[in-house]
């Protein structure tokens, strides 16, 4: 009996010993199967994450984009850039002026193409555009008002401000009170404004580049060269 006790006792020392071994050998192996599963399954969901991410970002393009295609009236998407409705010009000035009237022919069901002339409203704006930053001025005061020698070797110049000089008299004579006269020169063409002696300042601060914006006659004057008429025409 003693001996059978003995060996029962053994045996139970014995046991969680080796229960620990099998466990110790067990462990590296567990780890070796369970770990590439554990990578598996983060990678899946931040592969659905990043999905989820990439769909969201998608979405908000499309509509920022939608958005960006709108004319700033909210009508149709206009074709070709995004950025159109943060952009107002054309481009260059002159560019940008017959634009305006394009649109505005293309607009009015009444527009006679037959007449329509935007070539003779280019010559013009060039006209505009040499008289305003390449001739040379020369002013005069006088006790009622000023006078302007309008001046340039460059030929295409010198018919331009002869042709702007010529028509500006005609057209705005007698507009505001002021006297407009003007005379073809070889070099250009002559201003002489004149008012009441207590507008000589004014007419001498404006010089003859402020003298020829007075009025809104001009973009009545480009429409009607766009639609075949001469409003320079004496």
Known sequence: MRGGLRLTRIAQNIRPKGQMMILFRLTPLAFAVLLPCAALAQTTSDMMSGAQDASGMAQMH????????????????????????????????????????????????KT?????????????????????????VASTPMPDGASFAVTSNDPAVRGSIQRMVMAHA????????????????DQGAVLVVTGAPADA???QGLGFIGVLTLG????AHHLMLARGMNPHKS
């Open 112 to 136: 006679d193409w037959s007449k329509v002339n935007i070539e003779a409203l280019r010559q013009h704006l060039i006209d505009m555009d040499n008289v305003t930053l390449r001739a040379v």
């Open 201 to 203: 300042a004014k007419i």
């Open 216 to 219: 809104m006659h001009h973009q």
């Open 170 to 185: 005609a057209t705005m004579n007698g507009a505001n009170g002021w006297a407009l006269k003007a005379q073809t020169t």
């Open 62 to 109: 499309a509509k920022m984009m939608g958005q960006a295609a709108m004319d700033p009236g909210g009508m149709a998407p206009m074709a070709g850039s995004q950025d159109a409705v943060t952009l107002h010009e054309g481009g260059q000035a002159a560019f940008a002026a017959i634009q305006e009237i394009v649109t505005l022919l293309a607009a009015d069901p």
